[in-house]
């Protein structure tokens, strides 16, 4: 062991530029069975008096080692941290990427629309089966055999003899079997009519479904809940026009408009419009008699003849149409990202 081994080592350690190097390097010298160990192994060998002048000798090789080893080890550590941060460095001015942001359908904002003034009005707001059976969707609704809604052209017909609602009416059936008067609810749900499309016919379309049931219930209340809707949809000066009309589950039945102020009256000539929004009416008492069959059936009290109540039915997507522009009502369902597009974020 001399200088020069020394001087090897220092060299192969400052020539090292990776910890898997140096490690070697590091092996070779002063590990277990390296240059510089192997020779304090072989000192016993020496004669006595030459003993401490060689130990000596080879202690201090292997402290200027070690100094190297550990400076070495140091700044290759700090290289390769350096470069972790400057690989990882993330550049946090960098502007961000857009993220496609998606948007509430113009339907589900009508609801939304409509919901929040009926939750006002203490209503609970409910869904319901689109498979529905006949005796649901027409026989306990009082509409008889032979009127024009049974015709089998207007209903989808499933191969088991069920079918898809033409409706949302009954889901007043189905909500007064399970619940005991008084009540007031909306229903929201598609509705399925077998018929050809045109730019104001789809064959599936929404409605927003009302009932109220309690005692002393009156054509009043049914006008005034009107008129708050419409008051809701298009301000406090809206108006609202009923006409009789006829529907098998109610009696009296009555169609009803919304006076529909055009904001854009003044430069397109057209001031505005009576918006034909839907059907309404009192609750027909064959249809509290069905009712209370199909609970009498189920084992539960019959607690619906006697009293009174009003429904409604009507289809957001005619206020949609008039409320967003939209001229065709196949554009709701087409998918087309042109039209949806246009519904991102929060629009009104
Ligand atoms: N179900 C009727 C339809 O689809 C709408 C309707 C009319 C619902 C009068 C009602 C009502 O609740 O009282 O055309």
Redesign the pocket.
Known sequence: MTENHQEEAVAAITQADTLDGLQAVKTRYVGKSGLVTRELGALGKLPPKERKARGAQINAVRQAIDAALTERESTLKRTALDARLASEAIDVTLPGLPLPAGGLHPINRVYDDLTRIYERLGYAVIEGPEVEDEHHNFEA?NVPWYHP?RDLQDTFWLEDGRLLR????PM?IRYMVDHEPALKIVVRGK?YRYEATDATHEAMFH?L???VVGDGISMADLKGTIAEMARGLYGPSAKVRFQP?Y?P??EP??DFAVWWDNPRGAVSGQPGKWLEL????M?HPNVFKAVDDLREAEGKPRVYEGKTG?????GPERIAMLKYGIPDIRYFYANDPRVLGQFRGELG
């Open positions: 609704l809604a033409t409706h949302t009416s007043q509705v409605q479904e009302g009932l009309s529907y589950f109610t039945g009555a839907g059907g309404c009416g609750v009003f429904a409604f039915g009507l």
